[in-house]
């Protein structure tokens, strides 16, 4: 049944969970991206953002796999989420004393990049942890129709999220949309409060040094030839083709649509991802994923060369929307190899790695694209980048057959 993962009460309950906590995310990543632009009026400002939150997140996520293998998934969980409200909060307090004082404290924006770089540190440690919880509450043959749901989900909370931290922007300030994502943090937190506590898995509490567990975890996904090949992948693609990262400069002097179609452009690709996460939900793929897989990477390529180049905002919106539905499948092919290869015990490390390529590829692109922006320019930037994904397509096309024939 393709709702069959959804009438467990418990994987309601994170999905729920995750999908307000995604949404404040993404609220507080579009308020950010947009306030650091118009405190600074520089492109690269905004590739700061993304190194600030990629140090921590990439720095600490084997570590953080080895801690959530060791540690019981709930309360890592919650502790997790509960730090990151109370960055929210820091925010909020420095945005409301600019706008009641009236003035801007020195370097301002170095507030900001500390307060991400605390951001950095916590995601390490929930992110993966969502995933584990995943493999935790469902049973192995409703994993892929658990992945599915998982990933519309995060999705769906993705686009809103996007859309409508650009419309609270626009309507109330951005010190009151903080609060807003106060909001929706903690109301994650009370659906998450009411998933059990799950045991450890008994392989995990085997006594074990910190770096031989790390370097277990490695090696896993290291001789996992399709894993290591779907996440080099994912990581070299959305690494150069990370145009979202340039949504802001685009919206507002290229596009010139103004902070409510910052957030429709900022939204459009999780708009195209979930139409596609929900087509596979109710329809899998049954063959060939390998090879899907690597066309549909190239396919976002070509639509970030076209979102680059164009001056006409709808056809930016299209092209945003068609990269995300391509993008959404190459996620859902991702999770599920992800959750199908990985033993119950190695998880959290696996999920680390996991997050360590992700957080790599996403914010580690967002800093590459203000590097590129500030010494190309912010077009040719978006271009090269669409243009070096296709690269990377094509190499792992021929170099890497395991992936290229890899099915389900």
């Known amino acids: 049944m393709p709702t069959s993962a959804i009438h467990i009460p418990e994987y309601r309950m994170l999905i729920a969970g995750r999908f307000s906590f995604i949404m404040g995310l993404r609220m507080l990543g579009t308020l950010v991206a947009w306030w650091v632009y118009q405190i600074t009026k520089n492109p690269f400002a905004i590739g700061i953002i993304g190194l600030s939150e990629v140090i921590p997140a990439v720095g600490l996520a084997l570590y953080a796999g080895h801690v959530i293998d060791q540690s019981e998934k709930r309360k890592l969980l919650l502790t997790g989420c509960t730090g990151y409200f109370v960055c929210v909060l820091a925010l909020a307090a420095l945005a409301n004393y600019t706008a009641f004082s ?77 609060w807003v994502i106060a909001i929706l943090v903690l109301v994650g937190i009370g659906f998450m409060y009411q998933i059990k506590p799950k045991p450890i898995a008994t392989n995990a509490l085997q006594e074990r040094k910190t770096w031989d567990s790390v370097v277990e975890g490695l090696r896993f996904v290291y001789k996992t030839k399709e894993l290591l ?60 994923q390998g090879k899907i897989l690597l066309l549909a990477i190239a396919g976002f390529g070509v639509c970030i060369i076209t979102f680059g180049l164009s001056t006409w905002y709808w056809l930016s919106f299209a092209a945003l929307l068609l990269s995300g539905m391509l993008d959404g499948i ?79």
């Open 229 to 288: 090949g779907a996440l080099v992948l994912d990581l070299f693609a959305v690494l150069f083709g990370g145009a979202v990262a340039m949504i802001p400069v685009f919206a507002k002097d290229i596009l010139q649509v103004g902070a409510t179609g910052f957030g429709w452009l900022n939204a459009a690709a999780d708009v195209g991802a979930i139409a596609s996460v929900a087509f596979l939900a109710l329809f899998p793929l049954k063959n060939k």
């Open 102 to 178: 009236g003035q801007t404290l020195p370097h301002f924006e170095y507030y900001i990049y500390a307060t991400v770089f605390c951001t950095g540190v916590i995601r390490s440690f929930t992110g993966p942890t969502f995933h584990t919880l995943v493999g935790a509450i469902v049973p192995k043959e409703l994993l892929p129709n658990a992945t599915a749901w998982n990933q519309g989900s995060w999705l769906s909370a993705s686009v809103l999220g996007h859309a409508v931290g650009g419309f609270c922007i626009a309507l109330m300030g951005i010190e009151n949309t903080l």
């Open 330 to 408: 190459s996620v859902v092919i991702r999770g599920t190899i992800l959750q199908l290869y990985t033993p119950v015990h190695m998880r959290g490390r696996v999920m680390s790695v996991n997050s360590m390529f992700i957080n790599s590829s996403n914010e580690l692109g967002q800093f590459e694209s203000g590097v590129a922006a500030k010494l190309l320019g912010v077009v040719p930037s978006v271009v090269v980048g669409g243009c070096l994904t296709i690269g990377v397509v094509i190499t792992t096309w021929f170099k890497a057959p395991n992936l290229r024939n890899m099915k389900y």
